[in-house]
């Protein structure tokens, strides 16, 4: 049935490659970059930080590209842009004229793809190559049990004795009460 189905749309370009419920081998080599997964199948399937999507599901930015091209599109972006020529030699390699439906619908075209990707930061919010993650910082110490304060002391410090933000609920709960009480007598 898929096959035969006509390849029309946004997709038709990256819609060569039978669906699978399972990660196929062409893209278990980007497991470790789940960034660029992620950007590769936002390319492929025209949901990205390009012009062309936002004219259509985010009108209130800009549809330009910085490189001055007044629309920019997927295709712009692989083709022509000039702030990933010197990236471009990476699809090249794969289809000398850059061909789409190679690019997004082989094998080689998604490796070749996704190396772009990584290199160039194409397909980003800011169109650069993201800096790589730190690893989290391990937590502060916390303090011993003989050197927790209280919340009475915290409260104390700061100048209040927590009194107060109890007396505003209770005060809230009896103004409530009140209006119960006049909605059932005006009734």
């Known amino acids: 049935m898929w096959r035969s189905a006509p390849k029309t749309g946004r997709f038709a370009a990256a819609n ?12 278990q080599n980007l497991e470790m970059k789940r960034e660029v997964f992620g ?8 949901h990205s930080y390009t012009g062309e999507y936002y004219s259509k599901f985010v009108p209130s930015e800009n549809v330009d590209c910085p490189c001055g091209e007044p ?8 083709r022509e842009c000039k702030r ?4 471009r030699h990476i699809l090249r390699e794969t289809s000398r004229d850059i061909h789409i439906p190679t690019i997004l619908g082989t094998k080689k075209g998604i490796a070749a793809l996704s ?16 800096a790589p993650r ?11 049990p003989d050197e927790e304060e209280t919340e009475e002391e915290e409260e ?18 009896e103004d409530g009460q009140r209006e119960d009480e006049e909605t059932e007598n005006t009734q």
């Open 115 to 130: 190396d772009f990707l990584q290199e160039s930061g194409a397909f980003t919010k800011t169109g650069y190559p993201r």
């Open 39 to 46: 950007r590769l199948v936002q390319c492929r399937t025209g």
């Open 71 to 78: 629309y920019q599109t997927r295709e712009h972006i692989l």
């Open 134 to 144: 730190k690893p989290p910082e391990p937590c502060a110490e916390r303090a011993g």
């Open 16 to 27: 060569r490659i039978r669906p699978s419920l399972k990660t196929t081998p062409h893209f």
């Open 156 to 173: 104390e410090e700061e100048g209040g004795t927590g009194e107060e933000s109890r007396d505003w609920m209770r005060g809230e709960e």
């Open 84 to 87: 990933y020529s010197a990236h």
